[in-house]
Antibody
Framework: QVQLVESGGGLVKPGGSLRLSCAAS????????MIWIRQAPGKGLEWVSY????????YYADSVKGRFTISRDNAKNSLYLQMNSLRAEETAVYYC???????????WGQGTLVTVSS | QSALTQPASVSGSPGQSITISCTGT?????????VSWYQQHPGKAPKLMIY???NRPSGVSNRFSGSKSGNTASLTISGLQAEDEADYYC????????????FGTGTKVTVL
């Protein structure tokens, strides 16, 4: 069965860095576009970043452009998000998500909590 | 690019039907048949319930149905059950140059 397992979240000071990882299994990882989505406590869903199946096409939300870097290693079935210059308002659960048809998101990881606080 | 507009809350009694609306623009909901709906229980990850406006993934109850008219999409839950109490989010493909995914504001469904 499809599984997405995030790791790497934790407490970090404002201005600090964190690297999130997502281990994928149960499907051919290299066939799928992958996305990071975040959800601040008590708030809605916010798209963060997208990477194509080969890694050749990448997009970022304006709010994270220049500070976050998405990448993938298809040989290791893994997705990553390097987050630099973190801000307090970026405290959220970060989800690793697989994209299916028409921008639908058919499998989500359990999420990893990132807390940005001094 | 603004979020899609959903009612903050919708409620119904067990067995009833409820409908959640999701209003966008011609650049997203109205322009493409790529609306999806997600259910999220407290402390859990969202789950895909409807994709491409009206299609259900395997394993999703046929009590959930989707439709679209103009710039507004709708999710209907029929035969409401206690386990349907959750937050629901819509999402749409968008032609925006800066936003790949646009989500709705979210709707809290309460089963009375």
């Amino acid at each position: 069965q499809v599984q997405l397992v995030e790791s790497g979240g934790g407490l970090v000071k404002p201005g600090g860095s964190l690297r999130l990882s997502c281990a994928a299994s149960g499907f051919t990882f290299s066939d799928y576009f992958m996305i990071w989505i975040r959800q601040a406590p008590g708030k809605g869903l916010e798209w963060v970043s997208y990477i194509s199946s080969s890694g050749g096409t990448i997009y970022y939300a304006d709010s994270v452009k220049g500070r976050f870097t998405i990448s993938r290693d298809n040989a290791k079935n893994s997705l990553y998000l390097q987050m630099n210059s973190l801000r307090a308002e970026e405290t959220a659960v970060y989800y690793c998500v697989r994209e299916s048809s028409g921008r639908s998101l058919d499998y989500w990881g359990q999420g990893t909590l990132v807390t940005v606080s001094s | 690019q603004s979020a899609l507009t959903q009612p903050a809350s919708v409620s119904g009694s067990p067995g009833q039907s409820i409908t959640i609306s999701c209003t966008g623009t011609s650049s997203d909901v109205g322009g493409y048949n790529y609306v999806s709906w997600y259910q999220q229980h407290p402390g859990k990850a969202p789950k895909l319930m409807i994709y491409d406006v009206s299609n259900r993934p395997s394993g999703v109850s046929n009590r959930f149905s989707g439709s679209k008219s103009g710039n507004t999409a709708s999710l209907t839950i029929s035969g409401l059950q206690a386990e349907d109490e959750a937050d629901y989010y819509c999402s749409s493909y968008t032609s925006s140059n800066t936003l790949l995914y646009v989500f709705g504001t979210g709707t809290k469904v309460t089963v009375l």
